[in-house]
Nanobody, 114 residues
């Protein structure tokens, strides 16, 4: 299993970023996917979740109304569109799948600062 995140970077407060996670090594369309984040000195936390066919999503309260998780099963990719970013969104963002155990990508850094 390989998960490769991209799309992070430095953005000003109020800005937007779109994260991508390219997956391989398993039948992507059959598995639910999640985005997590970990800020310095804090526990890793769930940000968003999407079911295998994309029919259901869930968000952390901090992400509701600002973030959107989506997936393209034809491209084996899950996305996280992040709008109205705040400094407290600064973290390393990881995608994750449970496939015979939990797998993580290497993470992508998101920094929200003026």
């Amino acid at each position: 299993v390989q998960l490769v995140e991209s799309g992070g970077g430095l953005v000003q407060p109020g800005g937007s970023l779109r994260l991508s996670c390219a997956a391989s090594g398993f039948t992507f369309s059959r598995y639910d996917m999640s985005w997590y984040r970990q800020a310095p000195g804090k526990e890793r936390e769930l940000v968003a979740f999407i079911t295998s066919a994309g029919g259901r999503t869930n968000y952390a309260d901090s992400a509701k109304g600002r973030f959107t998780i989506s997936r393209d099963n034809g491209k084996n990719t899950v996305y996280l569109q992040m709008n109205s970013l705040k400094p407290e969104d600064t973290a390393v963002y990881f995608c994750s799948v449970i496939y015979r155990g939990r797998y993580w990508g290497q993470g992508t850094q998101v920094t929200v600062s003026s």
